[in-house]
């Protein structure tokens, strides 16, 4: 994971996790899972939404409730990161934990340089959001700890084999 | 060392290093859990044959479909109870009320103790001097297997509070009174220590409000210090004191200090559709409403329906409102068949329903509709969180629920 191209969609300050996957489309069956994406925000924004795409924030991104139902919603949708202000911690760990990247900016007002539906890269190499026109933003480079969870595919995979390991 | 509580409980925690770590890797004491998010990590667990650390350590309960309204939550709510019943959950308490309560409820939620929950209200632990927070099912499940997890090292807030709580006035004002100083984010990532120095000093329930919605500011932990309150509560619970309490050392490495003057507090109201978005109730023109909900682990403990019996005794409801009261256990639902708030507050025209999360989360009995105005004792009043996306919820005390269903209104002279 060198990097990843998508279009942007552009949010507020505390978007929380309730309007991200409101709680009447809980429910253990994806394509339920999937479809409740916003859905009361804006209904037809799940179906316009495409592989890799970037979500970008203000501050305070996914607070409120620890339900992984809106990150199960966001993988399923193939959302490929998330860039925001900054993040609600449970949020956080939660799209960490299932290897979903969230990225901060460097410079909080550099949010302003983005418009919805124009083309970014997110370069893992050197943190950085790059568009078409070459403008460069720069990122917040992601912790050790956060970076070994990423590698390993996940948080479960740094399971011990055996609880005796534990 | 100039350690804050949740320094010194993180690093008593701690299994590798000092403790001074960006993340830690440490030791849990408890570990709370519910129908709706276990569910989320059943078939990972048993797919990959995992055991759990320690069964005496763990609550379950099945709170947010209690019982289930749909078949698809009757099938998720029967699945859990099977994992729970083959895991030998020794806390597995069914019907019995929502987690968090439970959680306080249970001699595992001790001052000092580091306990984990597959919810953000656990929180609320902290009312007894414990950092306890709340996690996702990913976190949980490591958790539940290794009896471990990791953390980062809150930066901490202490809280100070000063003067005399107003009769009008309860922990619910004191929380939305803090979540209109400080904002959705004003603790994110941090530990909000509270010290009571009131007088006289903030109740056991008044606690347990406020460590709640700690969370609503972003907070990690949301911590008491340990007292006498602390100690006559776990008392009563335990039939013993807590040994060593762990209390912040005098000259801790606070972020700041915040000081709250209790005696200038009036009743407080958050409107849609932030928590953060409070005002004092007073500065409020009258507002139409059509529910009243008196519940949720913030609220629904006995002085909360104890406040709304003596604000609704011998009266009754204004007849375009349907008060909902739902106690936030079974056994506080006992107390109060016992004191007789039951009989006057059923009476008056409210209904109770069973110990659960009800209609807080928008799952069950009791969610709005498109032209329904709410007055709630619950923590989040997020746009579509109660039910429809239209639907307009503001949060309050328990006392303020009840003069607002009395009235049929939100009103600035409520307490006039």
């Given at each position: 994971?060198?990097s990843?191209?998508?279009?942007?969609?552009l949010?507020?300050d505390?978007?929380?996790?309730?309007?991200?996957?409101?709680?009447?489309c809980?429910?253990?069956?994806?394509v339920?899972?999937?479809q409740?994406?916003?859905?009361?925000?804006?209904?037809t924004?799940?179906?316009?939404l495409?592989?890799?795409?970037?979500l970008?924030?203000?501050k305070?991104?996914?607070c409120?409730?620890s339900?992984?139902?809106s990150?199960?919603?966001l993988?399923?949708?193939?959302?490929?990161?998330?860039?925001?202000?900054?993040?609600?911690?449970?949020?956080?760990r939660n799209a960490?934990?299932?290897?979903?990247?969230?990225?901060?900016?460097?410079?909080?007002?550099?949010?302003?340089k983005?418009a919805e539906?124009e083309t970014?890269?997110?370069?893992?190499d050197?943190?950085t959001?790059?568009?078409?026109t070459?403008l460069t933003?720069p990122?917040?480079?992601?912790?050790?700890?956060v970076?070994k969870?990423?590698?390993?595919g996940?948080?479960?995979n740094?399971?011990p084999?055996?609880?005796?390991d534990? | 060392?100039r350690?804050?509580?949740?320094d010194?409980?993180?690093?008593?925690?701690?299994?590798n290093?000092?403790?001074?770590?960006?993340y830690?890797?440490?030791?849990?004491?408890?570990?709370l859990g519910h129908?709706?998010?276990i569910a989320?990590l059943?078939?990972?667990f048993e797919?990959r044959?995992?055991?759990?650390?320690?069964?005496?350590?763990?609550?379950?309960t099945?709170?947010?479909f209690?019982?289930?309204a749909?078949?698809?939550?009757?099938d998720?709510?029967?699945n859990?109870?099977?994992f729970?019943r083959n895991?030998?959950?020794d806390?597995l308490l069914?019907d019995k009320?929502?987690?968090h309560?439970?959680?306080v409820?249970?001699?595992?939620c001790?001052?000092?103790?580091?306990?984990?929950g597959?919810?953000s209200?656990t929180?609320?632990?902290?009312?007894?001097g414990a950092?306890?927070?709340g996690?996702?099912?990913?976190?949980?499940l490591?958790a539940l297997?290794?009896?471990?997890?990791?953390?980062?090292k809150?930066?901490t807030?202490?809280?100070?509070?000063?003067?005399s709580?107003p009769e009008?006035c309860?922990?619910?004002d004191?929380?939305l009174?803090l979540l209109?100083?400080?904002?959705?984010?004003?603790?994110?990532?941090?530990c909000?220590?509270?010290h009571?120095?009131?007088?006289?000093?903030?109740?056991?329930?008044?606690?347990f409000?406020?460590?709640?919605?700690?969370v609503e500011i972003?907070a990690?932990f949301g911590?008491?210090?340990p007292?006498?309150?602390?100690?006559?509560y776990?008392?009563?619970?335990d039939?013993q004191?807590p040994?060593n309490?762990?209390?912040?050392?005098a000259?801790?490495?606070?972020?700041y200090t915040?000081?709250?003057d209790?005696s200038?507090?009036?009743?407080r109201?958050a409107?849609?559709?932030?928590?953060?978005?409070?005002?004092a109730?007073?500065?409020?023109d009258s507002?139409p409403i059509?529910?009243a909900?008196?519940g949720?682990?913030?609220?629904?403990r006995i002085?909360?329906i104890?406040?709304?019996?003596?604000e609704?005794?011998g009266?009754t409801?204004?007849?375009?409102?349907r008060l909902?009261?739902?106690?936030a256990s079974?056994?506080?639902f006992?107390?109060?068949?016992?004191k007789?708030?039951?009989?006057?507050?059923?009476?008056a025209g409210?209904i109770?329903?069973?110990?659960?999360?009800?209609?807080?989360?928008?799952i069950?009995?009791g969610?709005l509709?498109s032209?329904?105005?709410?007055?709630s004792t619950?923590?989040?009043?997020?746009?579509?969180?109660?039910g429809?996306?239209?639907?307009?919820?503001?949060l309050?005390?328990?006392?303020t629920?009840a003069?607002?269903?009395?009235?049929?209104?939100?009103s600035?002279?409520?307490?006039?």
């Amino acid at each position: 994971m060198n990097s990843i191209q998508g279009s942007v969609w552009l949010f507020g300050d505390n978007l929380n996790t309730d309007v991200i996957h409101p709680p009447n489309c809980y429910s253990l069956d994806p394509v339920v899972v999937k479809q409740g994406l916003f859905s009361k925000l804006d209904a037809t924004l799940q179906s316009r939404l495409k592989p890799g795409d970037i979500l970008v924030g203000g501050k305070n991104f996914g607070c409120g409730s620890s339900r992984e139902t809106s990150i199960r919603s966001l993988l399923l949708n193939e959302i490929g990161a998330i860039v925001a202000v900054d993040f609600a911690r449970i949020f956080f760990r939660n799209a960490t934990n299932n290897g979903l990247p969230c990225l901060q900016f460097a410079n909080a007002e550099d949010k302003q340089k983005l418009a919805e539906g124009e083309t970014w890269t997110i370069s893992f190499d050197d943190w950085t959001l790059t568009g078409k026109t070459g403008l460069t933003i720069p990122l917040v480079p992601a912790g050790s700890f956060v970076r070994k969870i990423w590698s390993e595919g996940g948080l479960l995979n740094l399971l011990p084999a055996s609880a005796e390991d534990a | 060392m100039r350690e804050t509580l949740s320094d010194k409980v993180i690093r008593s925690h701690a299994l590798n290093g000092t403790g001074q770590e960006d993340y830690v890797h440490a030791r849990i004491d408890a570990l709370l859990g519910h129908d709706a998010t276990i569910a989320l990590l059943i078939n990972e667990f048993e797919r990959r044959q995992l055991s759990i650390w320690d069964k005496s350590k763990v609550i379950f309960t099945n709170d947010h479909f209690s019982p289930a309204a749909s078949i698809e939550r009757a099938d998720i709510s029967a699945n859990f109870l099977r994992f729970s019943r083959n895991q030998k959950i020794d806390h597995l308490l069914v019907d019995k009320g929502i987690c968090h309560q439970l959680l306080v409820e249970n001699s595992l939620c001790q001052p000092g103790s580091l306990i984990v929950g597959a919810d953000s209200h656990t929180i609320m632990g902290g009312g007894l001097g414990a950092c306890a927070t709340g996690m996702g099912s990913t976190d949980i499940l490591f958790a539940l297997a290794t009896g471990t997890t990791w953390l980062r090292k809150p930066k901490t807030i202490r809280v100070i509070f000063h003067g005399s709580l107003p009769e009008t006035c309860s922990g619910r004002d004191i929380i939305l009174e803090l979540l209109r100083l400080l904002g959705e984010d004003g603790a994110q990532y941090r530990c909000l220590e509270f010290h009571d120095h009131a007088q006289p000093k903030l109740s056991q329930d008044d606690r347990f409000a406020i460590a709640n919605m700690a969370v609503e500011i972003g907070a990690k932990f949301g911590v008491f210090v340990p007292d006498e309150i602390t100690l006559a509560y776990c008392h009563a619970r335990d039939q013993q004191t807590p040994g060593n309490l762990v209390l912040p050392d005098a000259d801790a490495d606070y972020e700041y200090t915040l000081e709250l003057d209790l005696s200038e507090l009036s009743p407080r109201i958050a409107k849609p559709w932030s928590p953060a978005n409070v005002v004092a109730l007073s500065e409020l023109d009258s507002i139409p409403i059509s529910t009243a909900f008196l519940g949720s682990c913030s609220s629904g403990r006995i002085e909360d329906i104890q406040e709304a019996a003596e604000e609704l005794e011998g009266k009754t409801i204004h007849p375009d409102v349907r008060l909902i009261i739902i106690p936030a256990s079974i056994n506080i639902f006992k107390q109060a068949l016992d004191k007789g708030y039951v009989k006057i507050l059923t009476e008056a025209g409210a209904i109770f329903n069973q110990s659960s999360c009800g209609p807080c989360g928008g799952i069950d009995k009791g969610v709005l509709g498109s032209t329904d105005v709410c007055i709630s004792t619950s923590n989040r009043n997020f746009r579509g969180r109660m039910g429809h996306w239209d639907s307009r919820t503001y949060l309050a005390s328990a006392r303020t629920v009840a003069r607002a269903a009395l009235k049929g209104c939100i009103s600035g002279d409520l307490y006039s």
